[in-house]
């Protein structure tokens, strides 16, 4: 086929142009002296504090780093924490146990008859199977199930260990149950809130 006979995909052109202006946004910080100690005012006895331009990449508030106890030995999980506290994933637990109630589950001849009630850590551990996903994505996030002996390319040992050996069908009551609204909470429309579902994690974010 010569060149002239290959088909271009006809870009599209749209109307608006959008100029986003310079974020010139600023932070606070403390100002440390030589031993990386923070410097104090003679006189007022107050922290001396100055700012210093974000850029475009951003920086954490000191506030934030102060309020949970991070710097720079933290590790990432500590980092994460704060966007996905236990508090909110307890909630969560709460509202996907009573969706299960809901639907009778764990009873016999109703769906899932061997279903039992999640608790925070395991349900927090079923959410990070998905980060985990992303990160390092395989063709069915169940492959993540597998030990690396079994599967050398998608297994993970590490979620094996911590799922034990029912994970996968522990994981299809999770993807049948999880909630993050409450289950017997009437949905508004979905053109007036169109993330209602995971509205609670994006006001906490």
């Known amino acids: 086929m010569c060149e002239e006979e290959v088909q271009v995909v ?4 749209y109307p608006h142009v959008f100029d986003r202006a310079p974020f010139v946004g600023t932070i606070g910080f403390d100002k440390l002296d030589r031993y990386k100690r923070r410097r104090i005012d003679p006189i007022t006895k107050k922290i001396i504090r100055d700012e210093k331009p974000i850029g ?9 780093i102060f ?7 933290s590790v990432p999980h500590e980092w994460f924490e704060p966007f996905l506290p236990r508090s909110l994933t307890g909630m969560w637990t709460s509202y996907t146990n009573h969706k299960a109630l809901l639907a009778n589950a764990g009873q016999d001849d ?4 061997d279903y039992t009630q999640f608790y925070n850590d395991e349900l927090r551990k079923h959410i990070s199977v998905y980060m985990i996903q992303g990160l390092s994505p395989s063709p069915h996030v169940s492959m993540k199930f597998n030990s690396q002996q079994e599967d050398d390319i998608n297994g993970n040992d590490f979620i094996k260990r911590s799922l034990g050996p029912a994970a996968v069908r522990r994981h299809k009551n999770f993807r049948r149950f999880f909630a993050t609204q409450c289950p017997v909470k009437p949905p508004p429309s979905r053109s007036s809130r169109p993330n209602w579902k995971i509205d609670p994690f ?4």
């Open 110 to 113: 109703e769906v899932y008859p």
């Open 67 to 73: 309020e949970n106890e991070l710097d720079s030995d």
């Open 10 to 13: 006809k870009k599209r052109n």
């Open 56 to 64: 475009d990449h951003g920086a954490p508030r000191p506030e934030f």
């Open 202 to 205: 994006l006001a906490w974010i």
